[in-house]
T-cell receptor, first 114, second 113 residues
């Protein structure tokens, strides 16, 4: 009965490869997010989508391309992986994106680029 | 722009000790304030929130009061347990920044038996 799920949980890959992370929410929310957590635990927004439309792209390199096939899914594709992309990536969702709303987070995808 | 400053960790306490984790913020509007908790190996979950000045958020024995005059939202708990060991994040969102949370750097709390 997971509210926000991500796959895979762990991802180990070589520099230069292309990889995707998938996210699904079953909460009926309209808004979904990708956050990056670095090795010091600092969390930063990457993208926000509302009703499948991109709302926020927070100066993320264009090697990162989010795709939202429907309101319940937000996938993250990363091209030409670099060492600095190693991090934990969290998907989240909220009802409508309003500033008073709670965001619900997935368990995270731990990406290690070798 | 918006920013959140949390006290540096790590914080190590004995069971039943009193906990305070300081959080101050800078925001252009009238923000909503949140505390999220991340248990080891897990994602973040909301601990409590307050959406206007003088509101007190509370959950699981934790409390925080939204103080506009001091731009603060300090987290407190009267008696911590080993199970409270986690990373705690203060965060904000305001009307000028819908669709995203701005987080502090997180504070690692370890509670020893």
């Amino acid at each position: 009965d997971t509210a926000v799920s991500q796959t895979p949980k762990y991802l180990v890959t070589q520099m230069g490869n292309d990889k995707s992370i998938k996210c699904e929410q079953n909460l009926g929310h309209d808004t979904m997010y990708w956050y990056k957590q670095d090795s010091k635990k600092f969390l930063k927004i990457m993208f926000s989508y509302n009703n499948k439309e991109l709302i926020i792209n927070e100066t993320v390199p264009n090697r990162f391309s989010p795709k939202s096939p429907d309101k319940a899914h937000l996938n993250l594709h990363i091209n030409s992986l670099e060492l600095g992309d190693s991090a934990v990536y969290f998907c989240a969702s909220s009802q409508a994106g309003g500033y008073q709303e709670t965001q619900y987070f997935g368990p995270g995808t731990r990406l290690l680029v070798l | 722009g918006n920013s959140v400053t949390q006290m540096e960790g790590p914080v190590t306490l004995s069971e039943e000790a009193f906990l305070t984790i300081n959080c101050t913020y800078t925001a252009t509007g009238y923000p909503s304030l949140f505390w999220y908790v991340q248990y080891p190996g897990e994602g973040l979950q909301l601990l409590l929130k307050a959406t206007k000045a003088d509101d007190k958020g509370s959950n699981k024995g934790f409390e925080a009061t939204y103080r506009k005059e001091t731009t603060s939202f300090h987290l407190e708990k009267g008696s911590v347990q080993v199970s409270d060991s986690a990373v705690y994040f203060c965060a904000l969102s305001d009307q000028g920044s819908n669709y995203k949370l701005t987080f502090g750097k997180g504070t690692l709390l370890t509670v020893n038996p």
